[in-house]
């Protein structure tokens, strides 16, 4: 059956499993807390080459570079839409559940020594730098650090070259297509 072998099947069952285990084995849940941390580690290693490689041959298998800027635009639109509808849902459910309540605690006394990192790098993230972070370092540095968007930025700008490329640059497409196929293979869906 190949809803079974599905990947998104195999994840809402395993979150299902958890639940149930955690509400009713709470003290064996915590010891299988490695196993989350080490499949949430997994998606997070898998994010920057599968973004790279599928952007990537995206725009360098495309032979007419006009539609290529309406997808671009389109999927820019498309992502806009998106974050605003997760934006939504998660004020929706602060909104509904409303996390922390009925928690007796006082909220001075709470230990703030963690958010100093997060605090100090928001407040100097203006317009320019938030567009100068998305510009990586070095080419490996956007796949180091494990952000999103400079890996985006570099996979667009590669995809870009080589189909201006043309025949030339059709070994290395070859490469690209064989490298995200095998990063496909890694978790199947």
Same mark, same amino acid.
């Given at each position: ?14 979150? *299902? ?14 010891? !299988? ?34 539609? !290529? ?21 998660? *004020? ?17 006394? *709470? ?38 968007? $400079? ?5 667009? !700008? ?12 059709? $070994? ?18």
């Amino acid at each position: 059956m190949k809803v079974v072998k599905s990947l998104y099947f195999q994840i809402l069952c395993a979150v *299902l499993l958890g639940v149930l285990v955690g509400h009713f084995w709470a003290a064996q849940a915590v010891a !299988l807390k490695p196993l989350g941390d080490a499949f949430i580690k997994l998606v997070k290693m898998m994010i920057a080459p599968v973004v790279f490689c599928t952007i990537v041959t995206g725009i360098a298998g495309m032979s007419d570079k006009r539609s !290529l800027g309406r997808l671009l635009s389109k999927t820019m639109l498309l992502f806009l839409g998106l974050t605003l509808i997760s934006l939504f849902i998660g *004020l929706g459910a602060v909104y509904l559940f409303a996390p922390g309540a009925g928690m007796n605690i006082d909220p001075t006394q *709470l230990s703030t020594v963690g958010l100093s990192q997060y605090t100090d790098s928001a407040a100097k993230l203006g317009v320019v730098e938030f567009f100068m972070h998305i510009i990586p370092e070095t080419f490996i540095g956007a796949f180091n650090k494990g952000e999103v968007l $400079p890996v985006l930025f570099i996979a667009v !700008l590669c995809g870009f070259a080589l189909s201006s490329l043309g025949e030339r640059g059709k $070994p290395v497409l070859v490469v690209l297509e064989s490298a995200s196929q095998m990063v496909f293979k890694i978790f199947p869906t």
